[in-house]
């Protein structure tokens, strides 16, 4: 009777060891848990089974709901947010990131934020050096979520139509070259044209 007495105490502490440490394994959240918004849901395309990714930089904690030794992505600054993948609505996968990379806020367009110039020559200047730094914002800003997407494992079709890349406009003949063209081949008009390909049997 006096060694059952003896072991009730150590039965009870051991109780209590399990049921702390299940405690503190149960204070680290599964899933995610959300702090706050650094940038709303992005949607990404699609897998090949169909199934829909989006994306979403947060600050706060995720774990995937995989068992106990699953690692924990925690995240409390906004230039440093979680962007977290989802798959239908379901969080997947989350890492740490530079927000500045997906940030696609205008004014960061430096050469866009200067006082317009006043003299017509200078302005064309200026808005040619904008639209050049612009059209490059825009192709680097795609070319990260294109390869967040491909990450996550988006098909490339989806990709294609979600994150088209962007093609630079062609640049118009200067008028003067187009005037020696013609020029050195003879032609005045369209009809005059016409008529030096149908003499050289082009069709």
Do not use: H
């Amino acid at each position: 009777m006096a060694k059952k007495n003896m072991l009730m105490p150590l039965l009870l502490l051991g109780g209590l060891g399990i049921g702390f440490y299940l405690y503190k394994a149960n204070e680290v959240p599964m899933g995610l848990t959300i702090d706050k918004v650094v940038r709303d849901t992005q949607n990404l395309g699609v897998t090949a089974d169909g199934k829909e990714l989006t994306a979403k930089a947060v600050t706060g904690s995720f774990r995937r709901e995989d068992g106990q030794n699953s690692p924990t992505v925690t995240s409390e600054l906004k230039d440093k947010p979680m962007l977290v993948i989802f798959e239908d609505g379901d969080p997947v996968f989350a890492e740490v990131i530079n927000y500045s990379d997906i940030d696609d806020d205008l004014a960061l367009i430096e050469e866009c934020q200067t006082t317009q110039p006043t003299d017509a020559e200078e302005l064309t200047e200026w808005n040619s050096v904008c639209d050049e730094a612009t059209f490059l914002f825009n192709k680097q800003l795609n070319g990260q979520w294109r390869e967040i997407a491909e990450g996550a494992g988006a098909t490339q079709e989806s990709i294609d139509t979600q994150f088209p890349i962007p093609i630079e406009e062609e640049v118009v003949e200067d008028d003067a070259d187009v005037q020696e063209a013609e020029s050195w081949l003879g032609i005045k008009n369209p009809q005059m044209f016409i008529n030096t390909l149908q003499s050289n049997q082009v069709w």
